[in-house]
């Protein structure tokens, strides 16, 4: 789109993302690290930011951080420090946070992103480095705020890529491998909207023929996809038609307003703030050998795009199921779970992509706040292979299995719900049907072939929907001749 209105331009987009760990303690002291608790009870003098207090690091963030590092190809720097990091604001009470400067933990790695037609691009990281959260501010009335501290010293992993990256789309396909990375590593709940995976975006235009970079825009404060999408193509859009009517681009920090539909001035950045970075005296300079990397790489666990070429050969799955299940851990860990009882991988698989995320989406849950299980949907499914339900009846029990949880072998012992299989008892039936309807059968036999189906409609309904079809058709097949 932007291509075609403006050819001679070029977008430059990179990345910084934090990432939320989700370790057991905050990052310098022993508090908990949990989500959703009541304001301030999370705290202690470390993470309130007492003079005095001295952090001390949880080792299990440098274990995340060195993943994160060796899943996203970037080196692990062997001698790596923290630094302080300048400025005053009521949720941050030390008036600095503890990051990282010029040595962070990792540094040039990449990723490669998948876009349409089987295309990929190479998304340059310049570093990733750990770093402390800030509190919160609450805003209770126009008049009155109020301070939460949980978040205080909570772990963060920023991730920052060069701008190497040309549009939304790429921006998109970028922080969806991103997000699955931090998710298949056990690192992170990477949930936008609670704030646990959360970006800003640097954003320039220039013409192609430009060597340099143009002014850079930062975009701050957007917590869904979508919104980063339509954020980044506006932007462009914005800063190519200041620079065709002869304007110029100023620094600034922009944020997006999705009823407006347009970014919006927040502060101008015309002079870089110093933040008068300097070595944090009270954290050992921390040295990382071989060995505490080779234990790493052990830990790491299969990734996506591994999962992704394993199930396709494994399970003998097309490669577009693979990528959806794969698409969030918890379905293709439901999907092998289910495999594991049920033994077919196939049915498994066209069960979960159609029933379960369709009963999903139509009551907005998720899988592991729903009711279904891999052990109640398998049984379902080794029922319907045992042929003891037809598939008609297996989506009527499914529905009743996941909304409550019910097992699927009781629903069709209290329902009556078994297939009639025998062939004595459907030719009965068939036979009665061909009788009283023998003006069908004429039709039938004089070439309309379609009748067929009203023969089967009517032993279904007289069955309850619970013939076997396949016995049903060979009896009709025998008996209209
Ligand atoms: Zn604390």
């Not at 060195?66 to 941050?92: C, E, V």
Request: hydrophobic share 35%; glycine share 4%.
């Amino acid at each position: 789109m932007i291509i075609n209105k403006y050819p001679g331009y070029q977008a430059c987009i990179g990345m910084e993302i934090h990432v939320q760990l989700k370790t057991e303690s905050k990052i310098f002291c022993s508090c908990s690290n949990k989500f959703g608790d009541e304001p301030n009870q999370n705290i202690c003098p470390i993470c309130a930011g007492h003079p005095g207090s001295l952090p001390s690091l949880n080792k299990e963030v440098v274990d995340f951080a060195i993943m994160a590092g060796i899943a996203t190809n970037s080196k692990i720097s062997q001698t790596t420090t923290f630094a302080r990091k300048h400025y005053s604001y009521p949720d941050l009470p030390k008036n600095f946070q503890i990051t990282q400067d010029n040595l962070p933990i990792c540094h040039d790695g990449y990723l490669i992103i998948d876009l349409p037609d089987n295309q990929t691009k190479k998304i340059r990281l310049i570093r990733i480095h750990m770093e402390e959260d800030a509190g919160k501010n609450l805003h209770a009335t126009e008049n009155e705020s109020w301070v939460d501290l949980n978040r205080a010293g909570t772990p963060l992993l920023e991730i920052v890529t060069h701008p190497d990256i040309s549009n939304s789309q790429e921006t998109k396909a970028y922080l969806t491998q991103l997000k699955r990375i931090v998710e298949y590593l056990g690192i992170s709940d990477a949930n936008m909207e609670e704030g646990s995976f959360r970006g800003d975006v640097n954003i320039s235009v220039k013409k192609k023929t430009d060597e340099k970079l143009g002014i850079k825009v930062e975009l701050k404060n957007i917590n869904s996809f979508k919104y980063m999408g339509q954020a980044i193509d506006y932007e462009i859009e914005r800063q190519i038609a200041l620079l065709e009517s002869g304007q110029k681009i100023k620094q600034e920090t922009r944020s997006w307003d999705s009823k407006l539909h347009k970014t919006i001035f927040m502060r101008s950045k015309g002079e870089a703030q110093d933040y008068r970075y300097f070595i944090e005296p009270d954290l050992p300079i921390l040295q990382i050998n071989e060995e505490w990397i080779n234990r790493i790489k052990k830990e790491i666990p299969e990734l996506a795009h591994e999962k992704l070429i394993r199930f396709q050969q494994e399970y003998n799955i097309a490669n577009y199921e693979a990528d959806i299940l794969v698409s969030d851990i918890n379905l293709a860990n439901f999907f092998e779970e289910t495999t594991k009882f049920c033994k077919n991988p196939k049915l498994a698989c066209n069960w979960i992509l159609r029933d379960v995320l369709g009963f999903l989406k139509e009551k907005k849950l998720d899988l592991k706040s729903s009711k279904i299980t891999p052990n109640l949907l398998a049984e379902l499914l080794i029922e319907l292979d045992k042929e003891t339900i037809n598939s008609k009846v297996a989506q009527e029990i499914f529905l009743e299995m996941a909304e409550y949880g019910k097992s699927p072998i009781h629903i069709i012992k209290e329902k009556d719900l078994s297939q009639i299989g025998s062939i004595d008892d459907l030719e009965k039936i068939a036979l009665e049907v061909i009788n009283t309807n023998q003006e069908q059968v004429k039709e039938y036999l004089s070439g309309k072939d379609r009748l067929f189906g009203f023969f089967v409609g009517q032993i279904m309904k007289a069955t309850n929907g619970k013939a076997n079809p396949k016995i049903l058709q060979d009896l009709l097949k025998k008996h209209l001749k």
